[in-house]
């Protein structure tokens, strides 16, 4: 899981990250997004709270999702179109974001 997250962080920008931040802010304090400098701070985070582990990467897909990142979710083994099957049963991220 390592490898796949350095490598969606890498083709992440900093607006990316910064909505990601957004995103997260449910599932993580705003003390700690204030230190995020990259997308694999949230990672870590995420991981850190047991939100996603390496065998349940689906809320970083939903997150890339939101966000229109679509051609990264192959890099978790998702798809567009399984993730949007996916949402009503196991989305985490609040439709107010």
Same mark, same amino acid.
């Given at each position: 899981?390592? #490898?796949?997250?350095?490598?969606?962080?890498?083709?992440?920008?900093?607006?990316?990250?910064?909505?990601?931040?957004?995103?997260? /802010?449910?599932?993580?304090?705003? +003390?700690?997004?204030?230190?995020?400098?990259?997308?694999?701070? &949230?990672?870590?985070?995420? =991981?850190?709270?047991?939100?996603?582990?390496?065998?349940?990467?689906?809320? &970083?897909?939903?997150?890339? #999702? =939101? =966000?229109?990142?679509? /051609?990264?979710?192959? +890099?978790? /083994? #998702?798809?567009?179109? &399984?993730?949007?099957?996916?949402?009503?049963?196991?989305?985490?991220? /609040?439709?107010?974001?």
């Amino acid at each position: 899981m390592d #490898y796949q997250l350095l490598s969606i962080d890498e083709n992440l920008g900093k607006d990316d990250v910064e909505d990601l931040k957004f995103l997260c /802010s449910d599932f993580i304090s705003l +003390k700690k997004l204030e230190t995020v400098k990259s997308a694999l701070d &949230i990672f870590q985070f995420l =991981i850190n709270e047991d939100l996603i582990n390496k065998d349940d990467t689906f809320l &970083i897909a939903e997150l890339l #999702y =939101i =966000i229109g990142c679509n /051609s990264l979710l192959q +890099k978790l /083994s #998702y798809t567009k179109v &399984i993730v949007q099957e996916e949402l009503p049963k196991r989305g985490k991220v /609040s439709g107010y974001r």
